[in-house]
Nanobody
Framework: QVRLVESGGGSVQTGGSLRLSCTIS????????VAWFRQATGKEREGVAA????????SYLDSVEGRFTISRVNAESAVYLQMNSLKPEDTAMYYC?????????????????WGQGTQVTVSS
């Protein structure tokens, strides 16, 4: 059974940084794409960043490109999202997701396993 557990959320001021962690059990992290999504209150969930199986190609939402970095440590069965230069519009619940299929991208329907989320709040 695949299980994802997010941690690292919190409250920061504009310009601050946070590092989110996603610990995954029940699958080999480097064999499947893992992605981070977020959902702000009253908005649809959107894909933020993804890291592919194998080589670890990355893809980012335009609005976070250059500020966020997704990475993985296979030995730790973990995927991280380093978030710098945070803005109030980054405030959301952040979710980690993966799939048993061969998929790489930021479409929500590309993923079938989801964590419970971790809250990120950025104040101005």
């Amino acid at each position: 059974q695949v299980r994802l557990v997010e941690s690292g959320g919190g409250s920061v001021q504009t310009g601050g940084s946070l590092r989110l962690s996603c610990t995954i059990s029940g699958m080999t992290v480097g064999h499947r794409t893992v992605a981070w999504f977020r959902q702000a209150t009253g908005k649809e969930r959107e894909g933020v960043a993804a890291i592919s199986y194998g080589h670890g190609y990355t893809s980012y939402l335009d609005s976070v490109e250059g500020r966020f970095t997704i990475s993985r440590v296979n030995a730790e069965s973990a995927v991280y999202l380093q978030m710098n230069s945070l803005k109030p519009e980054d405030t959301a619940m952040y979710y980690c997701a993966t799939t048993s299929d061969i998929y790489f991208g930021l479409r929500e329907n590309g993923y079938e396993y989801w964590g419970q989320g971790t809250q990120v709040t950025v104040s101005s």
